[in-house]
C-alpha cells in the first residue's frame, strides 16, 4: 500500500470564482482523486492553512509519495517545514512537484537550480509528447494527448539536467517544454509534470491522472528509509575494514564530532 | 584568461600550530600559488575575515571560476554572500569545492543534497585513481597517484548523481569514495576534489596541482554569462512567435508578473 | 512473476578442474539457484552449446530478466543470437551483465564503448560498497561486504557514464573499480556487477545472492513490452496532429518507406 | 587548430534534381563551407565513393572532428570503415551526427540503442529553441530560430539518455523533438543535430552554421588521444601497487592473455 499525501496551496481555490467554480473542493481534494482511483494507493491531503501546513506530526514519516501544488504563496510556506520535506525526500519519500509548483520552496531547494522558465496565460492549446515510451511514468499513455487548454510554460526550463526525459510538451503558441522530468536526491526519487494551471480542469482529464498514478508507483521507494542522511560518522581507527596505525598530524580529538 | 578566485576560510591557519606550521600563508594562497603556475590564470584569494568574506563588490562578477575551501567555520559565512555566489554558478561561475567544503552552505545548496559521507583522521595513504581518463580534467594526470597522508573521506557520498566521475580513491583502511565528480547548475560547472585536509602538505602536490589547473580551465565557460538566471518573464499573447488568439479564463491581468 | 533466464557460456566448468570442482552443475545452475531462493521470481538456464544457445523459440520473448555470465567464448555467442538478445532488451527485457561478461559481443554492442579494463587474478580480497544506499539493487545490502577471493579488475572501465553508480569496490592491491553500474536502452534496464570469477566460489555469497536478486526485481520491467523498437513510421500530411499542407520539394513518394 | 573533416553520402546530389539543384558541389562541401567560416578550424571532406570512403590513411588519426551526413546508403558503408571511425571516436574524435544519420551504422553502433523516429516530409516549419543557453554549442545562438522548411521527425526518439538536452524543436504539424543532443563514448564527444534534410536549403541558414561551429569546438577533445581504448591489460602480482600474494586457484597462466 503507498501513501500519498496530496499538498495543496489552497489559495486561489477561495479567492478566484473561476478557481473554485472548477475545484469547488480545492484542487489537491481533486488532485487526490484523480490519483486515488487506483488499488494499492490510498491518499490524504494537506493545505497550507492548516497547522504545520497539515505536514506536522508524523504525516511526513507516514507519506511514501507527497504531491506538491502551490502558485500565489511559495513565500508562505514555512522554512522549518520546507526543511521537513526536504529531510524526508532524501530518506527516501517521493515527491511529484506539478505545474507553478517549479518555484515552490521545496523544489527550488532539492534542484540547487533557479526553476525558471518563460509562460503565456491563453488558453492554447497542449500537447503532452511521450518521449521515453518504456518509463513506467508513460505506462499505457498514448504516444500524446491534447489538453485543449492550458498555460504555457516554455524552455528554458532552469533546472539540472534529468535523470531521464519522459514528456516534452507542444504549445500552440509556438514553444515546447521538457514537461516530464525525473531527478533523485539521497533516496528520494523526484518528478516534475507541467499540466495544472489552476483555472482550466487539467486535473479531470484521464490521461493526467493516468500519468499521476504511475508517478505515485514510480516515485514509491519501497527500500527501507535512509535515517539521518545527513549525519557523516567518524569511523574511528580502531574499525578502519584494514588494519592501519595512526600517523601524522590530526585535528581532531578522538571521539570529536566533525564539523558542519 | 581566467580569472581565479581562491577562497579560504583561514580560521586553522590562525588556531592551530600543525595548520599554520603548513601554511604559513594561509591555505587559499597556496591553493592559489599551486593553481597560478598555469599561462592563461590569473588568481586573487579571498577569506572569510574580509568584509563580505572578500567576495563583495564586483569581485564575484570579475571571477570566472572560484575555489572554495572551508572546514570549521560554514555556519559563519553569511547567507547573503551564499546566495550571490550561487546566483554567480547560475550565471555561469565555475565553482571547485575542495575536501570539506563538501559541507559548505554554497555546496549543499548548489546540490540540493545532504552531501554526507564517512571520514577518518588518521594520515593514511589514499591512491587517487583516474576511471575517465579522456576527461579535460585529467589531461596529463597519471593513471593513479599517492597522497602518502590524507583524511579518509568513505562512501557513500550523498550528493547526486554526477555528470560524470572522473576521480575514485582508494584508501589504505578499506574505504573508497568518489574523489572528483562534476556537475552542471544554470551555466556554472562545478567540480568537487577531495583532497585537502588541512593537517597534510596536499597543496604542495604536484598532481594536486595538475589537477586543479586542468579544472579551472574544464570549469571556464567562455560563454556569455547569463543574466538574471531567475527570471521567468511572461510572453505575451502577441509575441507568441504563432499566431493565437486567447481563450478560455484567466488568473494574471494584462502585464502583470508571476508568482514567486 | 518475474521469468529470469540465466544464461551461462558452461565452458571452464567442463574443461577446468578447479572450476568444475566449485560448480559441479555449472555455473549457471547455481546463479540460478543462488537468484531463485525469492517469492515471485522463476528461473531457468541456457549455455552457449544448446541450439541458438538456448536462446531460441520464444524463449527471449518469455523471459523479463537475461543474465549474462561469458569469458573465455565471447566470440563464439553468433551474431544472430546477440541481435535478438540486444533488440529484446530495446523492447523492454532486462539484463543483468556479470564479471567477465563486461566483453560479451552482448554487452559491447548496447554500450556502444570499449568496455575494457585493467585486471589480476591473484585470490585478493575485494571489499563491495554501497555508494547509493537508497538504490532499489542495494535494498538490505550492508554497507561494504568482503568477497576474500577475487579477481581484480581495475579502473579506467570505459563504459558509458551510468544512469548511476551503485557499487564501488576496494581491491587488497591497490585499485577500485565501479563494480555496480547501471543503464538504460531502449525499455531496458541493464545492470553491470563485477564479482564473479569462476575459480572462486562467489555465487554462493549471501550478498551477491541479495544484489542479484534485488537487480532481478529492478530490471524488471512491468511496462508493456515496445513493439518494434527500431521502426521509424512515416506520418502522412493528412495525420498530422495540426492541419498543415504539403509544401516545398519532397524526396518520398506517398506511401514511401524510409532509407535504412 | 581544429581539424575537421565532413564526411557526405553523396548520393541524392548525384541522382535528384532537387538536391543537385541546392546543393550542386555536393551536400559534404556546402556543410564545410558553412562550419569553415571561422578561425580556428580547417575542413577537409570525404565521401562514400572515394577508397575506403575518404576515411583511409591517416586521414581519421588526422581529423579532431568528423561531421557525418548520410541518408540513402547507410548500408554500403563498409564495417571495416564503420569499426575504424568507432574506435577512433572511443579515442577522443568528437563526432557531430547530422539528421538522417541517425540511423547510420556510426551512430547506432556508438548509442547502443534503435536510434529510431517518426518523420514526414511535408516542407512544413521548424522552430528550434534553446533549452540550454549556458551549453557552448548554444553560444550566440538566438532563444529560437526558425526554418521555414524541414522534415518532422518525431518524438520517442530512441537513444539513450543524453549527457545533456541542448536544443527540442516544435513544429508545425503538432509533433515535437530533442533536436541537439550530446554524448560521451570512450574519449569522445558526439553531438547529435536534427536539422538538415537533403531537399531544402538547410545548411545555407546562419544559425544552423553557428550551431556546427559552436559543436566543432565542444566536440574537439584538446586532451591527449586515447591509445588502444579496447586494451585491457593484466596487471601482475609483483607490479600491484600495494604489496599482495598471491593465493587461491587460477585460471591464467603467468603473461597470459585475458579472453576476449
Redesign the interface.
Known sequence: MIRVTVWGENV?ETT?E??SGIYPEGMHTQIARLIGADDGIITRTATLQQPEHGLGGDVLEKSDVLVWWG?????EVSDAVVDRV?DRV?Q?MGLIVLH?AH?SKVFK??????C?????????RE?V????????I???VP??F?LE?EE?Y?????V??P???VF?????????F?SGLT??????KIFYFQPG????PTYFDANVGKVLRNAVHWAH????H?RD?????????GE???P?????????KEGEK???
Chains 1, 2, 3, 4 share one sequence.
Open positions: 486561489h478566484n473561476i478557481v502558485h500565489a504563496a511559495h513565500g526536504v532524501w527516501g507553478s518555484f531547494r532539492l534542484m540547487g537550480a533557479p525558471a522558465l518563460k509562460w503565456r496565460e491563453a488558453g492554447e500537447r509528447w511521450v518521449v521515453n515510451p518504456g518509463h513506467p508513460a505506462r499505457d504516444p500524446s491534447v487548454n504555457m516554455g524552455e528554458p526550463f532552469s539540472p539536467e535523470m531521464e526525459t516534452v510538451s507542444w504549445y500552440q503558441g509556438g514553444e515546447v521538457r531527478w533523485k536526491r539521497g533516496a528520494g494551471h489552476e483555472t482550466y521507494n519501497p527500500a527501507a535512509l542522511p545527513s549525519d557523516a560518522p567518524n569511523v574511528p581507527v578502519a575494514p584494514e592501519i596505525s595512526e600517523r601524522g598530524p590530526k585535528l581532531h566533525g564539523f558542519r
